[in-house]
């Protein structure tokens, strides 16, 4: 019988797999939060759309980070990048939105040369409507240029029976 045993206890057996290729995570850490973790220099798109893909160029929606820093901000055509005055120091000439998705709902914006500052929470919202706010964590680290991540998964596997 102990013999037996002592051979169940030898049969445990360890074996670890590695999962790589991960160049930008997005996971959702709680309900209504995406989170997206790109490298610091690389562009960071952020997440957002009408719920209806109804069609918003003549809408208004507007892009806020850690709820005061004014990010972008749509209104009928007019933005940051064609004039329009109000946007944090930090993000002018970075932030972009897909002019031409705008006719599918879609308010999602990119950030350019993205800096570890950027890391932090943002919301978008369609100012007058009954659409939700969109939330979005943004981490920005410091990557090698191939970015990989690694998760070491062990396995434990009991081969008596």
């Known amino acids: 019988v102990w013999f037996v045993s002592l051979l ?3 049969n445990w ?3 670890v797999t590695e999962v790589t290729h991960v160049r930008s995570l997005i996971r959702p850490p709680g309900p209504g939060v995406v989170t997206v973790a790109v490298a610091e220099g690389s562009e960071a798109v952020l997440p957002c759309s ?3 893909r109804q069609n918003i160029e003549q809408k208004v929606f507007d892009w806020k980070k850690d709820v005061k820093k004014e990010v972008f901000l ?3 055509g007019q933005h940051y990048n064609k004039g329009r005055t109000g946007q944090d120091e930090q993000f002018k000439g970075r932030v972009f939105h897909f002019e031409d998705e705008l006719k599918n709902g879609n308010a999602s914006i990119k950030i350019h040369n993205t800096k570890m500052a950027d890391s932090g929470s943002y ?3 369609f100012p ?3 659409e939700p706010e969109s939330h979005v964590k943004l981490v920005v680290g410091e990557f090698e240029t191939d970015v990989t991540l690694k998760v070491i998964i062990v396995f ?3 081969h008596c029976f």
Do not use: D, K, M, Q
């Open 8 to 10: 169940c206890l030898v």
């Open 74 to 76: 749509y209104a009928a």
């Open 123 to 125: 919301t978008c919202t």
């Open 50 to 52: 009408l719920s209806t």
């Open 13 to 15: 057996c360890f074996r």
């Open 156 to 158: 434990l596997h009991f």
């Open 128 to 130: 007058n409507t009954a």
